[in-house]
């Protein structure tokens, strides 16, 4: 056999035996490696029928003004599950974030419609956010080194606020 | 032909004529697509120490031959054919009897040196071209059993397609098929699409298809806008005389996902097809049809599919100098949409971070109904030796509706686009004997789009959007010693919606050197392609934002060069590599505005630099031939505004293509192995998600007996897992199996 056959068929052999490799695998919510937030949400009310969708958010410093409601992670924001088996149990979630700290993290229902700054309060509602285990009537902080898990928290439809409800 | 060469054979071996106790010969040539090979050699000789040769002749038109006389006894039959791999058997003939005897004759990758017609839109030994040309022949497509053309020329050196999205060089990346980088022709008449400028691969029937040349490079200097990282040109086949008729029918099944958490169907899906064509040809005129169906239920959640499709071609030729052909083909296809896959949340997830066999239950209930035709009149005529001119006209269109069930007002629960591309062309090449060709042509196009969705019209309603597009060009070859110089430009004029002009002159120049091992070749260009309609006028809704259309949108444009050289230094090698090196600017793509709408603009400088190169090896004699591909690339968005240098999207670094093929008399086994490394760039809009490279190997094994033929392929064998665009699973393991009648 010439060499250069020998060297063409010892590497498509290599090649072959390289591509036995595995592909795509299982992963969890929150797998290992994984750098961000990850936790579960419940769900109490009954879901509204103007629902678009629920965005899960976080925030690196809590939104001041209407001009701040875009600075959200991560974009774009993973959704939630809102068929009626989703909601009858708890939904796990993850938010891949960089390192650092988190003020708020929200879950963010949003109105059937097209999303604008300037409509951004009339169309999104915040319908329940992780609360300060000490103080459960404030947000709770949140520190990503990694992976921050048990970031868990409830979704209520029928307590939800505008977002400017929040501003200062 | 029968008759003179019966003629020869008595002449020449008079012995043989008037010899007793003989009998006769007689077969078939054909090619592994059942085809007719005319005028192959046909050498009939004895066996033992006295071997002699008996008879010499040449097979007819039809691909028929007959040797009469030929002793009785064991002799030896060899058909031999420039292009193929030669064949020889031994027959036993007896006295008095007439022995069949059928041959198939595979093409010859090596030997071959093919003529090609794309790289400067006239007739060119491969060896000629200034830039890097790669062929897919029709024995190619006819073992790898595919369904479109996109999945034949997928494995060619360089080229890879990203969800149908084609990649020559790392051209596109993936734009969600708008705005192509790749021309695409169909008998040399562009066939991108009037709306989206991309690409519909299954306009085509695959079968009718003879050979694909896919032109690496920028080829605006002859073919304008969209050739910006290339061009593919897809002949179909020739209409040979006589009465002629093929039935090809495929069946095949997916894979289950092979991890129990990813079920989401209790049957094993199928596919299923079947196509027809016949033709007949006599005298002066020739016509063609060709009819298909297939099914399929796809390999993920809410992927089935159907698609139906029709052809038919003439040809006149009044005059030999002159050729009229009329040819057109129309498809339809009908699918469920299965795309984005379902990430943690949006759907029955099982507590998975991503479902990739599933989709996003918001999507549930998308299906897309797509229509496409093309008709084309062209007329060839060459007068004498040195001068042929050819002239066109052709229509294109698409129609699509996708329906959103799960959509609410104020969107419309359904968009739709109907595009319509007028195109006509008019070219003359001159010959002249002192080695110089001349090549001069007018091209004209009008697109027409009414669309909701490429509207512009940013409360959803619907629009109606234009696009005239006028071209001059002109390519000079001059034969200097033993080099060939090669110089010339086109020039582009384009209005929207009858607006102003905007003009666009795309040089190109290059030199190619033969020398006794292998050819050197050096090219540069400017390429350049300008906004579809759809990039300036879409207005859609995506993740919950606006996307909103940029009418002011400029072309991208750019200079391309390259320095290649083809060699074989041995008739059972040949090799070609290319280094190459593009500069781009104004890259058109889709950018968040500060008010949180999505948007298409220009945005980005590139370079994409890389090596380019090949190897073919017929190893052990005619029987095994392997390829060996690969394609280096650096593709860097360049540092503008607060953006420092990084990797451009959706380009690997690495491209490897083994290819193996095996033939045994009517048998043959072969292998397609394909790697592409891992994006060095996570996508910004997908942060989270997995990211891996390809490596799926493709298997293959055919088996022809007379006009039958059989095909089985396992393609993604080892069931490798995987995607390439953000959130669409590439196919799992798919084995086919096709089975064709040729009459």
């Known amino acids: 056999m010439p060499r250069t056959s020998r060297g063409l068929w010892c590497l498509l052999t290599a090649a072959v035996a390289a591509a036995c490799n595995e592909g795509l695998k299982p992963q969890t919510v929150c797998p290992a490696g994984f750098q961000g937030i990850c936790g579960s949400v419940t769900f109490r009310g009954a879901l509204p029928e ?57 879950a963010a229902w949003k109105k059937q419609g097209a999303l604008s700054q300037q409509n951004a309060d009339t169309l999104l509602r915040e319908a329940g956010f992780y609360k300060n285990p000490a103080d459960t009537t404030k947000p709770g902080l949140v520190v990503v080194n990694g992976a921050a898990t048990g970031i868990d928290f409830v979704v209520d439809f029928s307590n939800m606020h505008p977002v400017s409800y929040y501003f200062p | 032909m029968r008759t003179a060469a019966l003629l020869v054979t008595a002449v020449l071996f008079p012995a043989a004529i008037a010899g007793q106790g003989s009998g006769s010969v007689t077969g078939a040539v054909r090619d592994t697509a059942g085809l007719a090979v005319r005028q192959a050699r046909v050498r009939v000789r004895t066996m033992g120490p006295a071997a002699r040769l008996v008879a010499i002749t040449m097979a007819s038109a039809e691909g028929t031959y007959r040797v009469d006389s030929v002793p009785a006894g064991r002799v030896i039959v060899d058909v031999a054919m420039i292009g193929y791999f030669p064949d020889a058997d031994t027959i036993d003939v007896t006295a008095g009897q007439t022995v069949t005897h059928d041959v198939r004759l595979r093409l010859s990758p090596v030997t071959l040196l093919p003529t090609i017609v794309t790289a400067a839109k006239r007739s060119q030994l491969l060896d000629q071209a200034i830039t890097s040309v790669s062929l897919v022949s029709r024995e190619a497509i006819s073992a790898r059993a595919v369904n479109t053309v996109d999945e034949a020329v997928d494995k060619a050196p360089g080229v890879q397609f990203i969800n149908g999205q084609v990649n020559i060089r790392g051209s596109s990346g993936f734009v969600e098929g ?38 690496k490079g920028a080829g605006s200097a002859l073919y304008g806008s969209s050739a910006f990282g290339g061009v593919v040109n897809l002949i179909t086949r020739e209409l040979p005389t006589g009465a002629h008729a093929r039935l090809r029918a495929t069946a095949g099944m997916f894979a289950d996902p092979p991890q129990q958490v990813w079920g989401f169907r209790d049957y094993t899906g ?19 049809f060709a009819a298909g169906a297939r099914h399929s239920d796809g390999y993920r959640e809410q992927d089935k599919a159907d698609h139906w499709q029709a052809s038919g071609r003439g040809e006149w030729r009044p005059e030999p100098a002159m050729l009229v052909n009329l040819s057109g083909a129309w498809a339809s296809d009908q699918y469920q949409v299965p795309e984005p896959w379902c990430a943690s949340g949006q759907c029955a997830d099982s507590g998975q971070g991503f479902q990739p066999f599933r989709i996003d239950t918001a999507n549930r209930g998308n299906t897309t109904r797509s229509d496409k035709g093309y008709f084309t009149a062209l007329v060839t005529r060459t007068p004498s030796a040195r001068i042929a001119w050819s002239a066109r006209l052709s229509w294109l269109r698409t129609r699509f509706t996708d329906v959103y069930p799960e959509r609410q007002p104020p969107f419309a629960p359904a968009d739709f686009s109907v595009a319509n591309r007028y195109g006509g062309e008019a070219r003359l090449v001159t010959r002249r004997d002192t080695g110089q060709i001349v090549t001069v042509g007018v091209e004209a196009a009008h697109s027409d789009v009414t669309s909701n969705v490429f509207s512009g019209d940013t409360t959803g309603g619907g629009g109606r959007h234009m696009q005239d597009e006028y071209a001059a060009y002109a390519e000079a070859e001059q034969v200097m010693g033993p080099l060939r110089a090669t110089l010339g430009a086109r020039g582009d004029f384009l209005t929207i919606d009858g607006g102003g002009v905007t003009a666009f002159v795309s040089p190109r120049g290059g030199l190619v050197w033969p020398t006794r091992s292998g050819t050197w070749r050096a090219s540069i260009g400017r390429a350049y392609r300008a906004p579809s309609l759809a990039e300036r006028f879409v207005t859609t809704y995506a993740l919950g934002f606006r996307v909103i259309p940029n009418p002011a949108l400029r072309a991208e444009d750019g200079w391309t060069a390259e320095l290649g050289r083809s060699w074989s230094p041995v008739p059972w090698l040949r090799g070609d590599a290319a280094i190459f090196w593009t500069e781009a600017r104004d890259l058109i793509e889709p950018a968040t505005t500060p008010s949180l709408q999505i948007q298409f603009q220009n945005l980005q400088r590139a370079r994409l630099a890389g090596l380019d190169c090949n190897v073919t090896a017929m190893s052990f004699g005619p029987h095994v031939t392997t390829t060996v591909a690969y394609l280096y690339l650096d593709a860097r968005e360049l540092a503008h505004d607060t953006v420092p240098e990084r990797a451009l999207l959706y380009r690997p670094r690495h491209l490897v293509t083994l290819t193996a093929d095996y033939s045994w008399r009517s048998v043959g086994v072969g292998a397609d192995l394909r790697y592409s490394s891992r994006y060095e760039r996570q996508d910004p809009l997908f942060p989270g998600d997995p990211q891996l490279g390809g490596k799926v190997l493709d298997l293959r094994a055919s088996w022809t007996t007379g006009p039958l033929e059989a095909h089985l392929k396992v393609a993604n064998a080892l069931n490798y897992i995987y995607n390439l665009a953000p959130r669409v699973l590439e196919p799992v393991r798919t084995t086919t199996l096709t089975v064709a009648y040729t009459y």
């Open chain 2, 270 to 288: 199928i596919q299923d097809g079947l196509d027809v064509s016949a033709s007949y040809g006599h005298g002066t005129m020739r016509a063609g």
């Open chain 1, 50 to 106: 103007s629902t678009d969708v629920v965005y899960v958010v976080a925030y690196a410093t809590f939104p001041q003004s209407q001009s701040d409601l875009f600075n959200f992670q991560p974009l774009p924001p993973p959704t939630l599950g809102l068929d009626s088996a989703a909601r009858t149990r708890s939904q796990p979630y993850a938010l891949p974030l960089p390192n650092g700290t988190y003020h708020w993290v929200l």
């Open chain 2, 178 to 215: 708008l705005g192509s980088r790749v021309l695409l022709l169909v008998d040399g008449v562009p066939a991108n699409q009037g709306d989206r400028g991309g690409i519909n691969w299954d306009l085509v029937p695959v079968d009718q298809v003879q050979r694909v040349e896919v032109v």
